[in-house]
C-alpha cells in the first residue's frame, strides 16, 4: 500500500459517518489525515446500492435522516456544496391503525397536535418545549455527559427524556396517541419500562417539527460522498479497501481514531492496552438485531390510509400494547410473529432510485442478537395488514438478517445497528465508564464510533466529538464554542 506521506498527524480507521466526520474535523484543524477503510467504498451504515434488481437503488443501512436534518456538526459544513440535497417528504411520519385510519407527525407541533383530538395539550407539553430550547440545547444533548450551560432548558429535556416510554404513555389518552408515540419510542431497540426509553422519541418529534425525517436525494450514500469530497477538497487522504486488522498495518502517525466496534477495538489494538482495559471492553453488550428487506416494486405499496401516499416513513405495527409487547419480547431473545416495522418508501420522493415508473420500499424488523430467522414473512404480513396487495407488487426482493448483517459492515456485532445495548447501566458508560469515554489507556488512541456519546445516528457528533478531544489532548488545539 502506497501512501502519500512519510508520516500522518492522524490517521481514522473507518469511514462511516462518525469516521468522516472525525477526520473532516481534524483536517481541517490543519492536520495531515489518513482515512482507511475496508470497503471499497465510503459511508459505512450509509450507504446506497443496486440490491434488488439494475439500476433500483437502495439504501443498505440507514435510509430516513432526521438527526442528521439537525445535526450541528453537519450544519457547520459546506455539504450542499459537494452534493448533498435532503429532500423533506410532506408527512414525516405516519402511523396506519387498522381499517383506513392513521396518526401523522406533519408540520409544526401545532398541526400535528390538531390531528390528536383531546391529546393535543399533552403532546404540546411533551415536545414544544424541547423544540423552542433546541438551538440551546441541541449541541449539549448530541455530546458526552457534562455539566450543561443551560441548565433550566436541559432540566426540562432530562425530566421528560429519563421517564420509561411507558409513564409518558400514560399521559394520552386516545389509542391513536399512544400507537403514535409506540412507534417512535421503539427506535430505541429497549422495552418501554427502561428509565430514558422515552429520550429518542422526543427528540425523533423534536427533528421531525424542526426540520422533518429527510431522505437523501439519491441514497444515503450521498451523504457519504458528500463528506468525502469535502474532506478530499481540504487536503484529506483516503484509502479504501484497505482491512485493518492491526494498528501494526498503519503508517506512522502522532494519532489514531477507529470507527470501530468495542470488540474490533480491541482486536486492532489490544497489543497497546492493559489487560484491565481489554476485559472491560469485553464486557460491553451489544443490543437486539434487526432483520431488513429491500424491495423492488411495481407500483407503491397500496396503504388504506390516504396519508401514506405523502409519507416517508411509515411505522408498521398497530396499537400501543401490539408494539410494547413486540419490543419486549424481542428483548427477551423471542422471535415475534406481529414485529413493530419501519417501512420507508423513498422512490415516491426521489425518482432518481428507479430507472423508471417503478418503485423502491425498504423495511426491518427487531429480533435478538444473532438471530438467523428468516422474518419475511412476519415483516410482509404487516405491511399486507395495512396495504393489502401489497405482494403482488413485489417484483424483486433483497433480505438480510444479522449476521449478514454483521458481514457487511464488522461493526454491527450481532445485527445490532445502534453500537451497543442502552439500558440505564450502558448509556452513560460507552464503551467503558470514563470521565472521558473517546480515550483509550494508550495514549494517543481514540474511539468514535456509536458505542460512544452520543450513541447511534447519522449525525457524526461522535467523531466530531473525539476528534475536538484528540486535538486539546494531542495537538493542544482547543475548539472552543459552539460549533
Request: aromatic share 10%.
Amino acid at each position: 500500500m502506497v501512501f502519500r506521506k512519510n508520516i500522518y498527524d492522524a490517521v481514522v480507521i473507518g469511514a462511516g459517518p462518525n469516521g468522516l466526520s472525525a477526520a473532516i474535523t481534524l483536517q481541517r484543524e490543519g492536520l495531515q489525515v489518513l482515512l482507511v477503510e475496508a470497503s471499497a467504498v465510503a459511508g459505512g451504515g450509509a450507504r446506497t446500492a443496486e440490491l434488488t434488481l439494475p439500476g433500483f437503488r437502495h439504501d443498505v443501512c440507514s435510509a430516513v435522516h432526521p438527526l442528521a436534518a439537525v445535526s450541528p456538526f453537519f450544519a457547520s459544513l459546506p455539504l450542499q456544496a459537494h452534493g448533498l440535497e435532503f429532500i423533506y417528504p410532506p408527512i414525516s411520519v405516519v402511523h396506519p391503525l387498522d381499517g383506513n385510519s392513521s396518526v401523522r407527525i406533519k408540520g409544526s407541533a401545532d398541526e400535528t397536535a390538531e390531528g390528536l383530538g383531546t391529546d393535543d395539550k399533552a403532546y404540546l407539553n411533551l415536545v414544544q418545549p424541547v423544540i423552542r430550547n433546541w438551538p440551546r440545547i441541541a449541541e449539549e444533548i448530541l455530546s458526552p455527559l457534562h455539566y450543561p450551560r443551560h441548565i433550566s432548558a436541559m432540566l426540562d429535556f432530562a425530566i421528560k427524556a429519563m421517564h420509561p416510554a411507558s409513564v409518558t404513555a400514560a399521559k394520552f389518552h386516545m389509542k391513536s396517541t399512544k400507537a403514535l408515540w409506540a412507534g417512535m419510542a421503539a427506535h430505541f431497540m429497549r422495552p418501554f419500562s427502561g428509565y430514558f426509553t422515552s429520550a429518542p422519541g422526543i427528540i425523533l418529534l423534536t427533528a421531525a417539527h424542526l426540520k422533518g425525517w429527510p431522505f437523501i436525494k439519491g441514497g444515503s450514500g450521498s451523504l457519504s460522498q458528500a463528506l468525502l469530497s469535502y474532506f478530499i477538497s481540504m487536503g484529506g487522504e483516503i484509502k479504501t479497501s484497505f482491512l485493518v486488522e492491526s494498528i501494526k498495518q498503519l503508517p506512522p502517525a502522532r494519532a489514531i481514531v477507529l470507527d470501530v466496534s468495542p470488540t474490533q477495538l480491541s482486536q486492532i489494538a489490544g497489543s497497546r492496552f492493559p489487560d484491565r482495559y481489554i476485559k472491560k471492553l469485553a464486557r460491553y453488550r451489544y443490543g437486539v438485531g434487526v432483520f431488513k428487506i429491500d424491495w423492488a416494486l411495481d407500483k407503491p405499496a397500496p396503504f388504506l390510509s390516504p396519508d401514506c401516499s405523502e409519507a416517508g416513513t411509515i411505522h408498521l405495527g398497530g396499537s400501543y400494547e401490539e408494539i410494547a409487547l413486540a419490543e419486549l419480547q424481542t428483548s427477551q431473545g423471542v422471535h415475534t410473529g406481529n414485529p413493530f416495522v419501519i417501512y420507508t418508501q423513498p422512490s415516491i420522493f426521489d425518482r432518481s432510485r428507479t430507472p423508471d415508473a417503478r418503485h423502491t420500499a425498504w423495511a426491518y424488523c427487531h429480533v435478538p442478537n444473532g438471530s438467523v430467522t428468516d422474518m419475511t414473512t412476519a415483516i410482509e404480513n404487516q405491511v399486507e395488514r395495512f396495504a393489502p396487495g401489497f405482494r403482488k407488487l413485489i417484483i424483486g426482493r433483497h433480505t438480510m438478517n444479522t449476521v449478514q448483517l454483521e458481514a457487511y459492515n464488522s461493526n454491527y456485532r450481532g445485527g445490532d445497528i445502534k453500537g451497543g445495548e442502552t439500558d440505564l447501566k450502558q448509556l452513560f458508560s460507552r464503551p467503558v465508564s470514563a470521565i472521558h469515554p473517546y480515550n483509550t489507556p494508550a495514549g494517543n488512541i481514540y474511539i468514535c464510533y456509536a458505542s460512544t456519546p452520543t450513541g447511534a445516528g447519522v449525525h457524526g457528533m461522535c467523531g466530531y466529538h473525539a476528534a475536538k478531544k484528540m486535538l486539546n489532548d494531542i495537538f493542544k488545539k482547543e475548539i472552543g464554542g459552539k460549533i
